[in-house]
């Protein structure tokens, strides 16, 4: 068992591809067996040790490297309970350690030619060309002087010329707004998005008719990346329907099912369709989708990660591998926030991060405990999170007491018991549901920071209008929608909304 990690297990090493000399392969033999012993090392090659406060992040089964997804909590891991979230151990040792500033850095993916390669050697080397006289020195120095030459040491291998992450917040450039969304928050409005289920078919039909009795009620319209891990028609192409039904849309984009490469391209096809608004997230894990489940131990870019790649090509015009994109796309680019997840301490953390990357704004999950949202905002404020990045509170409309157990069980979502009883208590539990809802807005509206109202109907599409209408959101009824309204409860209870 791994002695130095809180995540106390083994878990199988990467090796490298390629054959490699004989020195290397010994190197790197003696180095995993050490690593791994102390830290549970899986050999990534890219080494964050230094700045993880001595807790490998590769524990996380995402293989997330910036931080806690939005399921994590102080109990465990939801994907594998019997483990810690590796994340949360790593916040409180380096809170232990004054070592949280290192955690604000924007890692890189993974360089998957250094994967089941030592680390060591190219650190020898590196001391050596620094002068071992200077490095020694260093190391028996004050703190100070110690801190700064180890950590501008260490910077240097964890910080390839291709990805050059900091800490710093990465303001847009200066541009005029590229969506309707982007132009009503510059302008101080209150805005309202709404989330859309895509279809699990080819037909449009349902899809539609959702955009047809929103239109007028809402900002723009999200399309959920295969939630819950369950393939969906993409959001790409609903994306592009809204488009042709003139409804401006946020294109979810999930890090799980992206690789960098597809990543990059699918932004480019995306921009040239004429899709601005696009909200990065993580996604939820495989294990929480139907079997036969996919790859489940690593991601090729984690959302933080995709900030920073989608903000440097927009704003300075390059892939990846540094060529040179002639025509930028024009993007607007949001993140999700998780009110429910973690603590507030480690989240404003998370947020900050995100707002520095490049988010543009924030669309939280689902707020059932106005109170807690109140300390979570609050955190979030005194992080200078919501001054950077406006804030849009997600809010749910519950349509029964089953619902509202099922979405109980969703990581990184909690309703609290009085919402459920309420619920069981009412002879018309729609109507409750309804009420509860418009009480949760009434309430987040007004607390400062928040900046819009993101709805979650979960294939209850339809309650939407009078959702934002009796809420005050907006004006008087409009004449009737152009298609008759969607049937309620198209989706199964248990496909919440869930992107972390
Ligand atoms: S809860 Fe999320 S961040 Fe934490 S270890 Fe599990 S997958 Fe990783």
């Given at each position: 068992?791994?002695?130095?990690?809180?995540?106390?297990?083994?878990?199988?090493?990467?090796?490298?591809?390629?054959?490699?000399?004989?020195?290397?392969?010994?190197?790197?033999?003696?180095?995993?067996?050490?690593?791994?012993?102390?830290?549970?090392?899986?050999?990534?090659?890219?080494?964050?040790?230094?700045?993880?406060?001595?807790?490998?992040?590769?524990?996380?089964p995402?293989?997330?490297?910036?931080?806690?997804?939005?399921g994590?909590?102080?109990?465990?891991?939801y994907v594998d309970?019997?483990?810690?979230?590796?994340?949360?151990?790593?916040?409180?040792?380096?809170?232990?350690?004054?070592?949280?500033?290192?955690?604000?850095?924007?890692?890189?993916?993974?360089?998957?030619?250094?994967?089941?390669?030592?680390?060591?050697?190219?650190?020898?080397?590196?001391?050596?060309?620094?002068?071992?006289?200077?490095?020694?020195?260093?190391?028996?120095?004050?703190?100070?002087?110690?801190?700064?030459?180890?950590?501008?040491?260490?910077?240097?291998?964890?910080?390839?010329?291709?990805?050059?992450?900091?800490?710093?917040?990465?303001?847009?450039?200066?541009?005029?707004?590229?969506?309707?969304?982007?132009?009503?928050?510059?302008?101080?409005?209150?805005?309202?998005?709404?989330?859309?289920a895509p279809p699990l078919s080819?037909?449009?039909?349902?899809?539609?008719?959702?955009?047809?009795?929103?239109?007028?009620?809402?900002?723009?319209?999200?399309?959920t990346d295969s939630p819950s891990a369950t393939p969906r028609m993409s959001?790409?192409?609903?994306?592009?329907?809204?488009?042709?039904?003139?409804?401006?849309?946020?294109?979810?984009?999930a890090?799980r099912d992206?690789?960098?490469?597809?990543?990059?391209?699918?932004?480019?096809?995306?921009?040239?369709?004429?899709?601005?608004?696009?909200?990065?997230?993580?996604g939820d894990h495989p294990i929480v989708g139907p079997s036969p489940h996919g790859r489940m131990d690593?991601?090729?870019?984690?959302?933080?990660?995709?900030?920073?790649?989608?903000?440097?090509?927009?704003?300075?015009?390059?892939?990846?591998?540094?060529?040179?994109?002639?025509?930028?796309?024009?993007?607007?680019?949001?993140?999700?926030?998780?009110?429910?997840?973690?603590?507030?301490?480690?989240?404003?953390?998370?947020?900050?991060?995100?707002?520095?990357?490049?988010?543009?704004?924030?669309?939280?999950?689902?707020?059932?405990?106005?109170?807690?949202?109140?300390?979570?905002?609050?955190?979030?404020?005194?992080?200078?999170?919501?001054?950077?990045?406006?804030?849009?509170?997600?809010?749910?409309?519950?349509?029964?007491?089953?619902?509202?157990?099922a979405?109980?069980g969703v990581p990184?979502?909690?309703?609290?018991?009085?919402?459920?009883?309420?619920?069981?208590?009412?002879?018309?539990?729609?109507?409750?549901?309804?009420?509860?809802?418009?009480?949760?807005?009434?309430?987040?509206?007004?607390?400062?920071?928040?900046?819009?109202?993101?709805?979650?109907?979960v294939g209850?599409?339809?309650?939407?209008?009078?959702?934002?209408?009796?809420?005050?959101?907006?004006?008087?009824?409009?004449?009737?929608?152009?298609?008759?309204?969607?049937?309620?409860?198209s989706v199964p209870d248990h496909h919440a909304p869930v992107d972390h």
């Open positions: 068992m791994p002695g130095l990690t809180p995540g106390r297990r083994f878990q199988p090493a990467y090796f490298s591809f390629g054959t490699r000399s004989v020195p290397e392969r010994l190197v790197a033999f003696v180095e995993r067996r050490t690593k791994g012993l102390l830290f549970g090392c899986r050999m990534c090659g890219n080494c964050l040790l230094q700045e993880t406060a001595f807790i490998c992040p590769m524990e996380c995402k293989g997330l490297r910036n931080g806690p997804c939005g994590s909590t102080p109990e465990g891991c309970p019997t483990r810690p979230c590796i994340w949360h151990r790593i916040y409180e040792r380096a809170e232990r350690l004054g070592r949280t500033g290192l955690l604000m850095e924007v890692q890189p993916p993974l360089d998957w030619s250094r994967v089941g390669h030592d680390t060591w050697v190219e650190v020898i080397q590196r001391v050596r060309t620094r002068g071992i006289g200077t490095a020694a020195s260093a190391l028996f120095s004050g703190r100070e002087t110690r801190q700064r030459f180890w950590g501008d040491f260490f910077r240097g291998i964890r910080q390839p010329d291709w990805w050059q992450g900091d800490d710093l917040p990465h303001p847009a450039a200066p541009h005029e707004p590229v969506s309707g969304l982007e132009r009503k928050l510059a302008a101080g409005e209150f805005v309202v998005t709404a989330e859309v080819v037909s449009p039909e349902r899809l539609v008719a959702s955009l047809d009795v929103m239109r007028e009620v809402i900002d723009a319209a999200n399309f959001s790409l192409a609903c994306s592009v329907i809204a488009l042709a039904h003139g409804v401006e849309p946020v294109l979810q984009i890090a992206r690789t960098r490469m597809a990543l990059q391209a699918d932004i480019l096809g995306a921009a040239a369709l004429g899709v601005r608004n696009v909200l990065c997230i993580t690593i991601w090729d870019v984690d959302a933080i990660q995709m900030l920073w790649l989608l903000r440097r090509m927009r704003d300075d015009g390059h892939y990846l591998d540094g060529r040179e994109i002639k025509n930028r796309p024009a993007l607007f680019l949001g993140a999700a926030a998780s009110p429910s997840a973690s603590t507030p301490r480690i989240q404003a953390l998370r947020e900050l991060k995100k707002s520095h990357a490049g988010a543009q704004f924030f669309q939280s999950n689902v707020v059932f405990d106005v109170d807690a949202f109140e300390r979570y905002l609050a955190t979030l404020e005194r992080a200078g999170v919501l001054a950077a990045t406006p804030f849009l509170a997600g809010v749910t409309p519950l349509r029964s007491a089953k619902m509202a157990k979405m109980a990184g979502v909690k309703v609290p018991p009085r919402v459920i009883e309420r619920l069981e208590a009412s002879a018309e539990p729609e109507k409750e549901g309804l009420q509860i809802a418009l009480e949760v807005i009434e309430k987040v509206r007004r607390l400062p920071g928040v900046r819009g109202i993101h709805v979650m109907a209850w599409e339809s309650i939407v209008p009078r959702l934002v209408r009796e809420s005050g959101l907006r004006g008087t009824p409009s004449p009737a929608p152009v298609s008759p309204p969607v049937a309620a409860a």
